[in-house]
């Protein structure tokens, strides 16, 4: 069952689980957010130093 669906009844167990599903996603999104941000701008240091960072 999915909340769009017309037999969906929001009771506290479902209220739940919806809400660490949801905490789950928004931190792993972050994360991924993070690490993508972080390679852009890797990426265009390594751009300007001529190709020789910090590695």
């Given at each position: ?25 928004s931190i ?7 690490c ?20």
């Amino acid at each position: 069952m999915f909340p769009f669906v017309f037999e969906w009844t929001w009771t506290i167990d479902r209220l739940i689980f919806m809400g660490g599903l949801w905490y789950a996603l928004s931190i792993i999104g972050m994360g991924v957010g993070f690490c993508v941000v972080k390679t852009v701008i890797d990426t265009m240091k390594e751009k300007e130093n001529g190709g020789h960072g910090d590695h």
